[in-house]
């Protein structure tokens, strides 16, 4: 828990940008991150970090660094254990959480066993014979979701109906990634769960103009994307979903603030799609949209999730 008095300004370097395919969408994150930050009357510096220049991290002064790097290096680990090795607090999950969280195929193993419905997945990698391949591809029928094992903002994600884009999907995947997670396709409603701290905020739920969540959904200007929280969904129902929300995030031992992504299916089951220990903090984010429906507006999220950082104790980090 934040102390209450402790309402100093502090210090802080927020990093930004990165080497990853998400690198546009945490450059918007960060610059939104700063200001909410100064408004909430800390001095701050912006940083575009990358694993090649991590000079940032050797600023004398800071009080912590607060990390809004989305998608490899920032979300995968790294850059958290670069600041373990200095000493510095930083904002959100530790190096493993971040590690599993971005590993779709990690985290949803850890959310099965736990006991959360999550689709039926596998991984096929650059090694595995085709005919492998195909037997393996026979278990989950059409149409499923071609997607990176490691990646965010929905990029390179697509959803299959036909043999042709299936194939095309894997193809494309492996030869970018390396491997590709075939996941089966789950008909239902969109719903995301932020947590700040160890709440879980209201469910949201997401409309978009497309056939999915898609990068363009969630960032362009024109998407015609529409988010609401007038869902309809009775208590019981809201309340699982939360539950399995705070689930997924203590499973993976994640800290500070995450959002988890569901499909809720026919049967009224929130299905775990993926957490994202680094959610966005643009203005089409969810997180913030959240916190701000439950009475937190935008600085004072940012100042929050910096206090709990500052007030974590150095040995737990």
Request: net charge negative.
């Amino acid at each position: 828990m934040i102390a209450q008095h402790d309402s100093r300004p502090l210090d802080i370097t927020v990093l930004m940008g990165g080497p990853s395919s998400e690198r546009a969408v945490s450059l918007m994150s960060g610059e939104a991150v700063a200001d909410g930050l100064e408004a909430a009357g800390h001095h701050v510096t912006r940083s575009d970090i990358t694993p090649r220049d991590t000079s940032a991290l050797d600023r004398p002064g800071a009080d912590l660094v607060f990390i809004a790097l989305h998608g490899e290096f920032g979300e995968s680990g790294e850059v958290q254990q670069l600041c373990e090795e200095r000493g510095l607090r930083y904002t959100g999950s530790g190096p493993t959480a971040s590690r599993l969280g971005l590993d779709k195929a990690a985290s949803k193993q850890i959310f099965k066993r736990a006991g959360l419905t999550t689709p039926d997945w596998m991984i096929i990698e650059r090694f595995h014979p085709p005919q492998q391949v195909c037997q393996w591809l026979e278990e989950i029928s059409l149409p499923i979701v071609a997607k990176p094992v490691n990646g965010g903002s929905s990029v390179d994600i697509t959803i299959c109906r036909d043999e042709r884009t299936r194939i095309g999907a894997i193809e494309e995947l492996i030869d970018t990634y390396g491997r590709a997670m075939i996941e089966r396709f789950v008909p239902g409603r969109e719903m995301t769960v932020g947590i700040v701290g160890e709440e879980a905020l209201d469910v949201l739920e997401i409309l978009p103009d497309h056939d999915f969540y898609d990068y363009a959904a969630k960032y362009a200007d024109d998407a015609g994307t529409d988010y609401t929280f007038d869902h309809g969904l009775d208590a019981a129902t809201v309340a699982r979903v939360q539950a399995s929300a705070l689930a997924a995030h203590r499973e993976l031992k994640c800290r500070d603030l995450s959002r988890v992504d569901f499909i809720l299916d026919a049967d009224g089951v929130g299905q775990v799609l993926e957490i994202n220990t680094i959610p966005g903090f643009t203005c089409h984010s969810l997180l913030p949209k959240a916190a701000r429906q439950a009475g937190i507006d935008f600085s004072q999220l940012v100042d929050r999730i910096a206090r709990m950082a500052r007030a974590r104790d150095m040995c737990l980090l």
